[in-house]
Structures are given as C-alpha cells and as structure tokens.
C-alpha cells in the first residue's frame, strides 16, 4: 500500500506541474485554469483511487442547499397551446457540477436541485444570428429528429446579443459585496475570491468607481467610490482581508446599496458583485426575506450579481434568488479558470445588460404540432398572462449574451401518445370516427395549407435598461427551420441537455445514455472552443465513475 501511496503522490505532484504551466491545479476546490490532455487525467484518476487520500468525496459532510425542482411534463396543444417563462443567463449549475464531477461524485452524489439544464446550456457560446438593426437580439431557431426520443423532434432557440467590449460600456459603479465571515475561511472561498477580485480590478479604468463593503457579524466598509485605475489600492485592500465570525449578510446588503446609491451614475453600470458561499446565519436570513429586500431595493436602477465559492455548505439556493430578483445575474467561481471567464472574458455580458424583464411566449400550431416539453427553465415557468404584464418580473440578458432554449416537440402526425384532456363544452371531444382515424387536428393540418407551414411562433418581450414599458418581437417558425442533420452548434446542446437528463435521472431521459451523448459529440469539432472541450472530459469522467 506504501509503494501505492509513493505512486499516487508522484502523479499527482506530477499533474500539478502539468496544471502550473497551464493554469490549472487539481487541488480540491482550488481547480486554476484549462485541462490538459485527458491521458493525464487518466493516470491520476487510476493513481487516486489506489491512493486513501487521493479525490476525498465532499459528500460525507455535505451541508450544501438546493431548490428542489420539479420537471414539466409533456403538455397538450389542444388545451396548452402557449408556453411562457423568463429568460436566464446563469451559468452557476454547470460549473457547480463540474466541481462535484471533478471532486469524485458519482451520479449518486450529485443532488438533483443542483442540476438545472438551461444554466448548463447557457454557459456556453454558440454560432447564432446577430441582431438586425434596432433590434437588440438575433433569434436562431432549428429543428430536428430527437436523439434520444425517435417519436419527436428537437428545437433549438438560440438567442443573441451583440458583445462589447467592457472598455467601450458606459461608467460603472461597482460595489464589491464580499462575505469575510467564518465559513468563508478556506483557499477556494477567500483566497479564490481575493485572487478573482484582484483579475477584476485590473480590468477596471479611470472612468469607473469601486467600493468594498465586507461582512461577517457587522458589515465594514473597506474602500468607498475609489478610482477604477487606482489597482494597486484595491488590490491591497482585497489583499488584506481575512474569515471569520459569524455572517450577517442581510445588513451588509443594505449597505451595498445604501454605497452604490451614493456613488450612483446616471446613465452607467450600477451594480453590486456579491462574492459569498451563501450562509448567512445572522440577521436577515430566510431566502423568503432576502427575496423581498432585494426586490424592494432593485426599483433604485442597481443590480446585484452573485459570485459563489467553496464546497461542503454552499447554499445555492439563497444566492439564485438574490441573484434573480436583484436584476442580476449568478455565476458560481470553482477555479481561476472560471473566474477569467466570469470576471474578464465575458465581462461585458455578465455587468452590461442591455434588455431586463426578457421573456419569451412560445405558441404552437395544432395543425403540425399536437404536443411539447420545454427542457429545464423549470423554476422560470410563468403564467401565461404574465407576458403582457410589464408589472411581472424577469431575466435580464447582458451585452454578448446567448440564451438557448430546447423543446422536445410532438408533431401531429407522431405515434407518441400524449394524456390530452377531453372537455366536454369546447368542442374538442373525439368522435367514434375520429378515434379510429386519428386526432382531429390532422384533419385541421388537411384544411389549412398555408397554417401547416408555420409550426409555431415564437415571441419575445423585453424593456431596455433603464425603461419601464415593454416591447415585443415576433419569430414566425415553419418548415424552412427543419434540419435533416444537426448543426454543430445544435449537436452540441442537445448533448448538453441530455447529459443534463441522465444526471438529474429525468423521468424524461427516453433513450438517453453516456454513450449516446458521446457519439453526439463525435461530429463536433471541439478543439476550436476549450469548453466545450472541457465538457467532453466530464462526460468521460463522471460515465467512469457510473
């Protein structure tokens, strides 16, 4: 077992020089930068499940906390035919995972509220239509056969916003939010977040203004409207900090806003960067009343960001919802990797956002589709009335940003058998006849050439930054949309979403298996895009440890 232990020891050391040149240390929750090449991976992981104290599983000790959620299910045309519900652009689902997968969770392991699908598709870029002038998305909409269900279709809604470079955003007004307390007390909690800080600093410029507030049983107020090129100041400050006591995040929130107001820029990015693991154990601390406080401070035109780190006791749900109804967004920080991603590379998508209140109503036409699932956006559903209400709360998509949604999609004329409601005074019950021939609304297909070649619509309501009255863009969907192949792009997500499936174990997985999302991934040319690259190792990895 000596001899074993040596060698562990030594693969081990021997990656991390690997990951140093790279960026990228294995140490657990410290993960630093890209992945090299999967045969080193491999010998590491052989190495570490000979070694006792190789990958340690952070289950045993596990207090971290998830919404539970729940799927919908298939829904009828004839009595559904709109399907309404919010954008999102966080990301945090998925870099979580792949800290669990990387920490050596099996599929058992992994809580299934931790998995939201349209988190994990949004995290990466895809090749969509631009925007048309005056309009501030592209919309890209594609259909195809099912993977893993070979009596639907696949439909892919892509859309796009246009990048800018943060250099070119206007003036922001930035408050770095950062929780000191005890909990925090570890290398991938407050040492990630000072060094990820830091990387967003230097990215700063004289145009904008920084302040660091810092909680823990009180809150303190570190650095208040300082110059964005004074670097060397913020760094020290960020240098400075260290964990303990309690985390009393609620008064601190208070006095993030109460700074950013002060400090306010019309017209600019005015926005809090809350950096926590999520518990808060004093003061304000339900997610029911941080949900209100945030929700009465966002009408002051600052939004609020949420930066998770560290493992054991995140509390994922309380920092989705601060992050949802304070206008911003949530992004979850394993590795330095990520928070280059986060902080610099996307900087101008995640602090810039140029539509809030973004949602989308998607109506489908009988006469082709007789059934549909929208894949995850499970806790974004709104009612359908809601998407005219200018008074209902939504997502806000930021310059850069992508959102992609899939439906799993039932067309008229599929033997797939939906549980359609039958109702007795709308005129919808089936004949005799028309049970022996089929649905009704074949007949309706039969009727309307012109209807059969439109599959549905989908449309779009959105307000611009600082507007309070919505605007609504329309995407008639038809035949024109249908692929006999996949693109990249669609091959792509859709073995996103079914790894996504076979995680969460769905009840709507159908045919879903590792190997099915491999083979998907056999015909993307992942070496052009290092996470999508990336993705293709976890999927390798976690079917290692089924």
């Known amino acids: 077992m000596q001899e074993k232990v040596i060698v562990g020891m030594c693969l ?83 870099s979580n995972l792949r800290r669990m997968i990387m920490d050596g969770y099996t599929l058992e392991d992994i809580p299934q509220g931790a998995v939201r699908i349209e988190e994990m598709l949004n995290y990466f870029s895809y090749d969509y239509e631009l925007p048309k002038e005056g309009e501030p998305f592209g919309v890209t909409t594609r259909i195809a056969d099912c993977p ?3 009596d639907s279709k696949l439909m892919q809604i892509g859309l796009q916003t ?8 206007p003036d922001s007004n930035l408050v770095f ?33 920084a302040s660091i507030v810092t909680y823990a049983g009180s809150d303190e107020i570190v650095l208040e409207g300082v110059c964005g090129n004074e670097t060397e100041r913020i760094r020290e400050a960020l240098d400075n900090l260290f964990a303990s006591g309690s985390t009393n995040g609620g008064e601190a929130i208070l006095s993030a806003y109460e700074l950013a107001e002060e400090n306010y820029i019309k017209g600019g990015n005015n926005r809090i960067i809350l950096a926590t693991d999520g518990d808060l154990n004093v003061g304000i601390t339900s997610e029911s009343s941080l949900k209100r406080l945030v929700e009465k401070k966002r009408k002051n035109g600052v939004y609020l960001s949420v930066l998770g780190f560290g493992t054991g006791n995140i509390k994922d749900n309380k920092m989705e919802t ?41 109506e489908f036409n009988p006469a082709v589709v007789k059934g549909y699932r929208l894949i995850g956006y499970d806790n974004r559903r709104m009612e359908n009335e809601d998407f005219e209400d200018d008074t209902k709360d939504a997502g806000e998509v930021g310059a850069g940003h992508s959102v992609t949604v899939l439906y799993e999609i039932v067309t008229a004329d599929s033997e797939m058998e939906l549980n359609e409601p039958e109702f007795k005074y709308s005129g919808n019950r089936k004949s005799q006849e028309e049970e022996e021939t089929g649905d009704a609304v074949m007949k309706e297909r ?8 439109e599959w549905l619509t989908v449309s779009v309501r959105y307000k611009e930054p600082d507007g309070d009255e919505s605007r609504l863009l329309t995407y008639p969907v038809g035949e024109t949309s249908c692929y006999e192949e996949m693109t990249e792009d669609f091959r792509f997500a859709a073995a996103v979403a079914e790894f996504g499936m076979i995680v969460r174990d769905s009840q709507y997985k159908g045919d879903s298996s590792f190997e099915s999302v491999l083979e998907l991934l056999e015909d993307v040319n992942l070496k052009e895009d290092e996470y999508k690259e990336e993705f293709y190792y976890l999927v390798k990895k976690l079917k290692r440890a089924a």
Do not use: H
């Open 446 to 453: 039969e009727k309307d050439t012109d209807c059969e070649k």
């Open 322 to 362: 601060l992050a949802d109804c304070g206008n911003g967004n949530y992004s979850y920080i394993d590795s330095m990797s990520e928070a280059k991603k986060v902080l610099v590379e996307e900087m101008g998508a995640n602090f810039v956002t140029v539509a809030k209140d973004v949602k989308f109503q998607v």
């Open 162 to 169: 246009e990048a800018l470079d943060f250099s070119e955003a």
């Open 148 to 150: 893993w269900n070979p």
């Open 12 to 94: 081990v050391s021997m990656l991390a020089g690997c990951l140093t040149g790279c960026g990228r240390s294995l140490n657990k929750g410290q993960n630093t930068g890209y992945f090299p090449s999967e045969a080193v991976y491999e010998e590491v992981d052989i190495a570490a499940e000979e070694y006792d104290g190789g990958y340690e599983n952070g289950v045993d000790f596990n207090t971290e906390e998830y919404n539970a959620i729940e799927e919908t299910g298939f829904q009828s045309v004839a009595s559904s035919p709109l399907s309404t519900f919010s954008a999102d652009v966080d990301t945090a689902s998925y």
């Open 177 to 209: 939010l950062i929780d000191v307390s005890g909990s925090m007390d570890s290398e991938d909690k407050i040492g990630l977040l000072k060094r990820a800080f830091s990387m967003l600093a230097e990215e700063l410029t004289e145009k904008d203004r």
